[in-house]
């Protein structure tokens, strides 16, 4: 970024306050444009040519969606970065967003450090892309081409001019086509008419010569190859444009590359509502008949069974608990992994924690297991309600895990900014060539004869992820055991 030039960055948000605030945090380094609308901001695009647009999503009238999309698919400028800002949190409203061009994304209210970080990113590419494009034009300018047609046409649309690259890819010796008309020869039939117009307005002067664009052309095998041209105009010494000057790239592997990329997008689009719809099959079809499985067992319970007849509705009654449990999990954790973002709420892990111990009596006291709380009274911190599932989960593993008659420790200690929950129980540990794999989906480690569903740990280490916050764990430092910990991002009192 060169000291002596000012970017000059354009502001568009219906709300004064946020034009305010932003204004605040970049006038001092960049030059302000602002406007509410987006209807000016095209004008403003237009005008002031911006070498960065901020934009607001919902605005009234044209919103941020359709400026970005008419900026970057219609309007034919060069490359201008734009970041939108959005309170927004569909992926959905995300995936609209890359679709009509947007460079990168700011969560409202824009954090001022965060958003200086991406300005200054992608100013950088701006500049980076400005250079690349005028050293492309000058070596368009000079002739100066390396792998592509170089080609003067008269005003006639005679061809005057070809370099040997560009005879090679037509197929041609160059003495054989020099002075052959252009359109007859090489454009292909329906586009000559549509490449006729466009040269006789170049002709003329009525059309921008520096601005690219494509048409198929014919080689000597009559095949069609889609090039993309880019067009100006040469003149005599009067001043007088008598030719056109045109260059042109080979894009037809690279165009049927981009088609099959699409259709890979499509595909993996297509997997991914097979997956939702499989969730959904997971969640609803295969949990109703699980549910009557349990109904019918209470049933056969009340109809006085033998002791044989007992234990066999004993086991299909455990076995159906755990199905079921797999089941939400399972759908538990899908619907876990298509969330971006969640809603953070003050909440005491304090009370949450004394609430689910006290739920887990009817375990601790048929282990008889002791519970060692090393805790105070309260510890406000920033988390969603999901929170609870964490230390459900923890607490529950290390239940099930511990040897009867132990002790599992829970404690909250403060580390400046926040909150470290652990929960160390006396089990037997968890191997060093495990802890990483621990959280992964679907891992199972086997503990004496207990073997979890792998899914349990894997929704804790997404909620934690979703918090932004760290999980993990360690021995036991006391002798045997584990010790899960997570932390919070803690609230002033």
Known sequence: MHLDHRHKILLVDDEKINIAILTSYLSDTYDIISVSNGEDALEAVKKEDPDLILLDVVMPGMDGFDVCRIIKQEYKLDFIPIIMLTALKSRNDHQKGIEVGADDFL???????ELNKKITALLRIKEQHDSLLTDRNKAYDYLDHVGVLIAVLDDNYKLVHINKKGADILGYNRDNIINRDWMDLFAAESYREHIKNRYDKLLKGNCIGSEYHEYPIMTITRKERLFRWYDSVLKNEEGKINSILISGEDITEKRMDEIKLMEYANQLKHSNDLKDLFTDVL???????????????????????SDE???????IKKSNLKLIELIEDAAH????????????????????ITDLVHSFTP???????????????SYPALANPMIRGVFSNLLSNAIKYSPDNTTIMIRVDDTANRWKVSVTDQGNGIPDKDKEAVFDRFNRLHKENIKGNGIGLAIVKRIMDLHEESVGINDNPKGKG??????????QR
């Open 363 to 377: 375990e601790i006291e048929r282990k008889g297991i002791k519970i060692e709380m090393k805790t105070g009274v």
């Open 283 to 305: 969640r609803h079809d295969l949990l109703n008949p699980a549910g009557l499985i349990k109904s019918f067992t209470e049933i056969l319970e009340e109809k006085n069974p």
């Open 333 to 352: 954790l899908a619907k876990l992994e298509s969330m971006e973002e969640m809603v953070f709420v003050r909440m005491d892990i304090g009370s949450i």
């Open 107 to 113: 969560k409202k209210p824009a954090e001022k450090f």
């Open 482 to 491: 584990s010790v899960f910990w997570f932390t919070l991002k803690k609230i």
């Open 309 to 315: 007849q007992k234990y066999i509705i004993d086991n």
